[in-house]
């Protein structure tokens, strides 16, 4: 039977446990099983190359990417360094040009020591990266929205170039979750999650994710995954696919308030700009609605100068200055100096990651509480003559 996403969403992937009838998947807290004889297992032998309880998530990821094969890992960089892992000295990445700031470094600071190199473009520009293309270039890596710009891309175009250049195009799918965007539909060939984000949805858990379609690339990275062994534990497995069965209303209620937020940004004459692909003044609205179910809940903004951006996060009472994004509850950060600091200043300047940014993951609160929350820290910011 073929369920819709907010079923699937509670009963994809493996649903429940034939053995007992537990309607949840057991944590199978162990690290090797027993083995009855000689080469002969039964189906388990060590928690590195697979656990039942991890198994199952990687089966749910897959069902709700509309993919074939997923695998789960200790973090969202341990599945992107995992990916990553498919090149090899003297290969090129085209990458988005605004990207998470942990992205950037393991390309800048790890892999390109190993001759793996990188051009950064704006990629919701389908010329500049045709421009890019040369014989070195083996994918192509986007961000839709990006972070923290939300700079969409059109995600079946860019796999139209990809593919007509014999390139893979991997899209990091963190801010709408399958719940809102599925890029493999589009024609994507791998997709990654930081699934600490809105999957596990709490605030608890570290995790991370890839799915694919085609086979031989599964096993290659199934082979990556064994080999370097950042894996998703057993108990964070189990955590993640509880998260998950909540993931259709947390998602609503997020984008809910969020499009309230933005749109009561842009009105408040408090902000100079409003970066929110859910607007219609968005240069990425249309695509935005033509490849996803929802803009999401994440929204970056400026303060107008008349306001210190430094004393309004000192001022905040209910939302929360932190790293990470997608809990239940609203965080706020700072990216210049937080989760972008790993980025050269110059390099910021030039995408438009300005020091006066603030960057919003919009929870599930009241969303009356938190156009309060904001107008009181903007109000309190204001500069003295």
């Given amino acids: 039977m073929s369920l819709k996403k907010n079923s699937l969403l509670i009963h994809g992937g493996i649903d429940g446990d034939e053995t007992t009838g537990a309607v949840n998947v057991p944590v199978y807290q162990t690290s090797t099983y027993k083995q009855d004889g000689l080469g002969k297992d039964r189906g388990w032998e060590y928690s590195r190359t697979g656990n039942p309880t ?18 789960a890992f200790a ?61 070195n270039v083996k994918a192509i890596y986007v961000e839709s929205p990006a972070n923290p710009l939300l700079t969409v891309t059109d995600i079946a175009q860019v796999a139209k170039i ?125 695509i935005q609605k033509r490849q996803a179910d929802g803009p999401g809940a994440m929204i970056s903004f400026l303060l107008d100068e008349q306001y210190d951006y430094k004393k309004f996060f000192e001022t905040l009472k209910v939302i929360t200055l932190a790293e990470s994004l997608g809990g239940v509850e609203s965080l706020v950060c700072h990216p210049a100096s937080m989760t972008h600091a790993a980025i050269p200043a110059e390099i910021r300047k030039e995408v438009g990651i300005a020091d006066e940014l603030i960057r919003l993951s919009v929870g599930i609160e009241d969303v009356e509480d938190l156009i309060a929350d904001l107008e009181q820290a903007i109000l309190d910011s204001k500069k003295a003559k």
């Fill in 162 to 286: 990809a593919h007509a250049n014999d390139k893979l195009l991997i899209v990091d799918n963190t801010f709408l979750t399958p719940y809102l965007q599925r890029p493999l539909t589009l024609g994507a060939d791998i997709v990654i999650h930081s699934g600490t984000k809105y999957l596990g949805g709490h605030s608890d858990t570290i995790s991370g994710f890839v799915v694919v379609k085609d086979k031989a690339l599964s096993e290659r990275l199934y082979y990556l995954q064994n080999a370097i062994g950042g894996v998703l534990a057993p108990w964070d497995s189990f955590l993640i696919i509880r998260g998950i069965k909540t993931l259709g209303v947390r998602m609503d209620r997020h984008v809910e308030n969020a499009e309230k937020i933005a749109r009561w940004l842009v009105d408040s004459g408090y902000v100079s700009k409003v970066y929110y692909p859910g607007l219609e003044t968005d240069p990425g609205y249309e």
């Fill in 54 to 71: 991890r198994a199952a998530l990687e089966k749910l990821i897959a069902d709700l990417e509309e993919g074939d094969y997923g695998l």
């Fill in 75 to 135: 973090s969202g960089l341990a599945a992107i360094n995992t990916v990553l892992s498919l090149f090899q000295s003297g290969d090129k990445l085209i990458v988005s040009d605004n990207i998470y700031g942990g992205t950037f470094r393991i390309l800048d600071n790890v892999f390109n020591n190993f001759g793996i190199t990188y051009e950064i473009v704006d990629t919701s520009d389908a010329s500049q990266i045709e421009a890019a293309i040369d014989e």
